[in-house]
């Protein structure tokens, strides 16, 4: 309904997606792009954003980015080698669509690029979600009305626990850093194979599978292998969880209240 609102005001809505969505259905336009290459694209719009001066103005008008950035700039030599020409043919939408998509979003009175779970889970998606930041950013659409603005959480974390730390202490065996008092999950297999003081001879894994979740599977696996007491709660025998001396099904989401 939001979507639709935006279009009854004379907004528009435009759509960057490989299938027609139900979104879709309801845009103002929609772009086929080849599936992964969203990377592209996005790369290929903030090129354009910087040659098009668009970030120039925006910072001229707007130096919110600066403060909360200082390191913005250099992005533009990032982009520099990805025109919209040459990434037409891999992505599949034309150059002067893409030009076209960067001057009307860069000169709308608001506007903001948006994008999660389809372009997180492909080739480079942390990169694109880190795309699509940097975009809002030095088009001056951060933190603004009408753009991208920081949400009122319903748990503030960090204004009731402060900004965190790194490093106070690190992992026995491969001496890496916590963060917030949480060792890198890379550490986890050493800290359970090497035998000497700490560790590790037990183990819980609530709604996981690290064996495939993790990198280098294959030794955590061979780790878990090696606990003396592992439990798991999971509704099924998963690679991870066929280690597990007991495992405990939880209730269905049908069956219990749900607060993220």
Excluded: W
Excluded at 78 to 107: N, P, W
Excluded at 133 to 162: K, Y
């Amino acid at each position: 309904q939001k979507l639709k609102d935006i279009k009854a005001r004379d907004g528009k809505v435009v759509v960057i997606d490989p299938r027609r969505t139900e979104t879709a259905d309801i845009a103002s336009e929609h772009h086929f792009i080849r599936p992964a290459t969203d990377v592209l694209l996005l790369l290929a719009m903030l090129n354009e954003i910087y040659l098009q001066g668009y970030a120039d103005k925006a910072r001229a008008k707007n130096n919110r980015a600066a403060a909360l950035a200082p390191e913005i700039e250099r992005l533009a030599d990032f982009a520099k080698d990805y025109s919209a020409e040459s990434v037409a043919d891999i992505t599949g939408i034309a150059a002067s669509e893409i030009k076209r998509l960067v001057k009307e979003f860069c000169e709308a009175e608001s506007s903001v690029c948006y994008g999660r779970m389809g372009v997180s889970v492909q080739a480079f998606g942390l990169l694109s979600q880190y795309l699509i930041m940097v975009i809002n950013i030095v088009t001056g659409r951060l933190d603004e009305m009408g753009g991208l603005m920081f949400p009122n959480p319903a748990v503030d974390v960090v204004n009731n626990s402060g900004p965190g730390y790194l490093g106070k202490r690190h992992s026995r065996v491969s001496n890496l850093p916590d963060f917030n008092g949480d060792y890198p999950v890379v550490a986890m297999a050493d800290e359970m194979l090497v035998e000497g003081a700490g560790q590790l001879k037990g183990f819980m894994t609530v709604a996981g599978n690290p064996v495939l979740s993790t990198p280098n599977g294959e030794k955590l696996d061979e780790a878990f292998a090696s606990l003396d007491f592992m439990v798991v709660i999971d509704y099924f025998v998963t690679e991870t969880s066929r280690h597990a001396d007991i495992i405990l099904p939880p209730v269905s989401p049908l069956e219990r209240d749900h607060y993220d």
